[in-house]
């Protein structure tokens, strides 16, 4: 390969890597935590390198890498562990309701994770869908979804 062509892979590999690690990482927390995602994200990026000419060349990268990322993890630890059971903040008064980790727990791998990008991360139902790879509808159809479970489970009344 020519080393100004390597060289153009690497930057776009590097690009790709600024634009997309965070994104995996924090899609991955309400699966794994945090150490379990960010060393998921780490291998995935390890297996897109070495096949990095064919990955360039998807319709979406970034699905893909959380799609790689996704299958490295092994070991899935109960929610509570993952999440944090500690709601405490600084004043001793909790800054969620205490049952929403189990409730969380409680709702599908899918729905917990659009749940938490999209109300806990903030993300546009447009970001989710091209990080997971779904469309725009399914993505705020698992959101309404698992938000009216968490609702149920924690008795709180839809404002809708």
């Given amino acids: 390969m020519a080393v100004g062509r390597r060289r153009s892979e690497e930057r776009a590999?590097?690009?790709?890597?600024?634009?997309?690690?965070?994104?995996?990482?924090?899609?991955?927390?309400?699966?794994?935590?945090?150490?379990?995602?960010?060393?998921?994200?780490?291998?995935?990026?390890?297996?897109?390198?070495?096949?990095?000419?064919?990955?360039?060349g998807m319709s979406n990268p970034s699905g893909y890498l959380y799609r790689v990322a996704r299958s490295r993890i092994r070991y899935l630890r109960p929610l509570g562990e993952v999440l944090g059971v500690d709601v405490e903040g600084p004043s001793g008064v909790p800054d969620v309701e205490?049952?929403?980790?189990?409730?969380?727990?409680?709702?599908?791998?899918?729905?917990?994770?659009?749940?938490?990008l999209v109300h806990a991360c903030e993300w546009r139902y447009t970001e989710v869908a091209d990080l997971l790879d779904l469309s725009v509808s399914t993505v705020r159809n698992h959101a309404d979804r698992g938000l009216s479970s968490l609702r149920r489970e924690l008795e709180v009344p839809d404002v809708h």
């Avoid at 945090?34 to 390198?49: E, F, G, M």
């Avoid at 205490?98 to 938490?116: D, G, I, N």
């Fill in 13 to 56: 590999f590097d690009e790709f890597v600024r634009a997309t690690e965070g994104r995996v990482r924090r899609a991955l927390v309400p699966v794994a935590g945090v150490d379990a995602a960010r060393d998921a994200t780490v291998d995935a990026l390890v297996h897109v390198w070495s096949h990095w000419e064919r990955v360039a």
């Fill in 98 to 116: 205490p049952r929403l980790v189990e409730a969380l727990a409680a709702l599908p791998e899918r729905q917990r994770v659009v749940v938490y």
